[in-house]
Every structure is written in C-alpha cells, then in structure tokens.
C-alpha cells in the first residue's frame, strides 16, 4: 500500500463527503433571505407615515412602539437565523468526528500493515541469508 494512493484515497473520501454535505445542508428559505435583506435595508412603509393631526406626544409614542415593534422583529428573525446555523454547525461537528474517528482507524490500519510488512521483510532477510 503506497502513501500516495492512501493520500489520494483520503481526498477523493473529504470531497465526497464535502459534496455529500453541500447537498443536505440547510439553506436560507427564500423568506429568511428577504428578512435579512430588510433589516440591512430598511425602509419607511406607506403605514409609518404619521399623521398631521398626532401631537407631539403621540407621535413620539407612536414612534417608540415602531421601534420597539421592529427591534423585537428584528430580533425574533436574528435568534430564528443563529438556530438555523448552530443546527448546521453542529451538524457540521458530528461528521468532523466522523471524519476523525475514520482517519484514526485507516492510521491504525495503515500502522497494521507497516509492522506486518517490516516482519515480512525480516524473515525473506532471514531466508535469504
């Protein structure tokens, strides 16, 4: 068993994998998307126009609650976002330990048959002698 072939193996095993991943990982529902496109975006809709006849008072409590109302939207939007992503990430960690257990296992096989080849290579040694 060359080095190069298990080193070739091992890519051609992480771009499978990689490729296996982009298909099954999650992705921005399209709804997601405009809602970040709105908070990097934002802008004033026909409702938020606040009429002549408000007084000042009202106007600045009416004010307040948009923003608050927004905030909490904003907010609700971010948290929902940053679940999507930890559920990838962990996602993402368990094949990573996978990934690890599976290289540690082919280095103690590769380990196997070094020890097994060196013994082979003593005892032709020895037979030839």
Not at 117 to 123: S, V, W
């Amino acid at each position: 068993v060359d080095m190069d072939s298990l080193v070739h193996q091992e890519v051609v095993d992480g771009l499978a994998a990689a490729k296996q991943y982009e298909s099954q990982r999650l992705r921005l529902s399209p709804e997601a998307l405009q809602l970040l496109m709105n908070d990097a975006f934002p802008y004033l809709s026909s409702d938020d126009e606040e009429s002549p006849e408000l007084s000042n008072t009202q106007k600045m409590l009416s004010s307040q609650k948009s923003s608050a109302d927004a905030s909490t939207q904003s907010i609700s939007k971010k948290i929902a976002i940053l679940q999507e992503q930890l559920t990838e990430y962990h996602s993402v960690i368990e094949k990573l330990e996978s990934m690890t257990a599976q290289f540690q296992l082919l280095q103690q096989q590769n380990e196997s048959l070094v020890h097994s080849l060196r013994q082979r290579d003593e005892k032709l040694n020895s037979l030839e002698q």
